[in-house]
Nanobody, 123 residues
Framework: QVQLVESGGGSVQAGGSLKLSCVAS????????MAWFRQALGKEREFVVA????????YYADSMKGRFTVSRDNAKNTVYLQMNSLKPEDTALYYC????????????????WGQGTQVTVSS
């Protein structure tokens, strides 16, 4: 069982930056692939980025490439999402998710979810 807690969301102006964190409980964090998803009001949950259990492999949604950076610190049971050059369309509730084995872009493949952290970008 893994419990995930996100933090770091907030309100910023377009062009600004935020860094999200997701802390996982348990001793086996290093065995889990992690991902970030987001969901804007009235829209489907959207894949943002995923990172392998070791951190050696990442995969970004096209619209996030070059602006967002994912990293993880297995010693701290934490995965991060650095978001730069934020746009109003990045406004959403951001979730981290975990699964054993490899990562996927399909949110239905993830077993564990945090409660989400709100990111609001104003123009």
């Amino acid at each position: 069982q893994v419990q995930l807690v996100e933090s770091g969301g907030g309100s910023v102006q377009a062009g600004g930056s935020l860094k999200l964190s997701c802390v996982a409980s348990g001793r086996t964090f290093s065995m889990y692939a992690m991902a970030w998803f987001r969901q804007a009001l009235g829209k489907e949950r959207e894949f943002v980025v995923a990172i392998s259990s070791s951190g050696s492999s990442t995969y970004y949604a096209d619209s996030m490439k070059g602006r967002f950076t994912v990293s993880r610190d297995n010693a701290k049971n934490t995965v991060y999402l650095q978001m730069n050059s934020l746009k109003p369309e990045d406004t959403a509730l951001y979730y981290c998710a975990a699964r054993g084995g490899q990562f996927y872009t399909d949110y239905t493949m993830y077993n564990y979810w945090g409660q989400g952290t709100q990111v609001t970008v104003s123009s």
